[in-house]
């Protein structure tokens, strides 16, 4: 008779994380050609303790129901803003993912549980925002300014996040 091992035997220890939104988790919303700076946002959110709702980590099925999941159950939308991701959103692409969870996350939460994160130095100045829904959307807001390419900046950044998300909680 073959033995099995006793870690072969529990397979509940070796299931994948949940796919669903956590309880107090932070959606964020961002384009894929910023997928290496906003990793960077998570992990400071990571390790500030903020369970986040990240597409790279939760993604199965269908997409469009996972993300309108994940933002009907958020504490709220951190939003990266690049010049890609505006564009996007005030765009007329009706399948963009970008525009739908901004769409979305508005229409379920309205601005108040929107937190926008400049993420490069040309989007600090909303006024120069291109013209749009997402423009409507945000440029009122005040923003986190995430565009500083020095750790201290960053770290300031993401303490600044971090309280005001727990605000929302």
Known sequence: AVTMPPFAMSPQ????????????A??????????????????????????????????????????AKGISNTTCVVVGVTKKYMDKTNGMDLKD????????????????KLIPVVMEPSMRNTARWRDGAATAMLGSLLFIDFS???????EEAVQQLVRIIRSKM
Request: hydrophobic share 40%; charged share 30%.
């Open 97 to 112: 993912n970008c525009k739908f969870e901004l769409d979305y996350a508005f229409r379920q939460h309205g601005s108040s």
């Open 13 to 24: 220890r070796f299931l994948a994380p949940s796919r669903e939104m956590p309880e107090n």
């Open 26 to 67: 932070v959606f964020i919303s961002y384009a894929r050609e910023d997928l290496a700076a906003v990793q960077k946002l998570k992990a400071g959110l990571d390790a500030a303790g903020i369970t986040t709702w990240f597409d790279e980590e939760r993604m199965t099925g269908s997409i469009t129901d996972m993300m």
């Open 148 to 154: 500083a390419d020095d750790d201290r900046q960053f």
